[in-house]
């Protein structure tokens, strides 16, 4: 069974920095590719990018990108979103996820099968 428990998130004011975790049970992160997700009320769920390649490569959406880096711990089978320079549109619900066919990676969230509880960011000003 997989399972994917996100912890972190919470408030912080304009400029900020948060660290967004998703621990994966029952398959191994590094063996597959790991998607981030953020969605706000009314709005479909927006891709942010995922890892793969063993955690090796990066692929950022245009919000994402220069302002929010993925990592994994092999370690742990932890994948990380670190969160910096935040704006109040950052403001959402996170998701980690992953993809039944570790081959088949994408920013859309039609990729991904499992997702993880999500997690509130807000950003104030």
């Known amino acids: 069974q997989v399972v994917l428990r996100q912890s972190g998130g919470g408030s912080v004011e304009v400029g900020g920095s948060l660290t967004l975790s998703c621990e994966v049970s029952g398959i191994q992160a590094i063996d597959t590719c790991m998607g981030w997700f953020r969605q706000v009320p009314g709005k479909e769920r927006e891709g942010l990018g995922f890892?793969?390649?063993?955690?090796?490569?990066?692929k950022y959406s245009a919000s994402a990108k220069d302002r929010f880096t993925f990592s994994q711990d092999a370690v742990t089978n932890t994948a990380h979103l670190q969160l910096t320079s935040l704006k109040p549109e950052d403001s959402g619900t996170y998701f980690c996820a992953a993809p039944v066919d570790r081959g088949l990676c994408g920013v859309a969230s039609r990729f991904y099968t499992y997702w993880g509880q999500g997690t509130q960011v807000t950003v104030s000003s």
């Open positions: 890892i793969f390649n063993g955690g090796t490569r990066t």
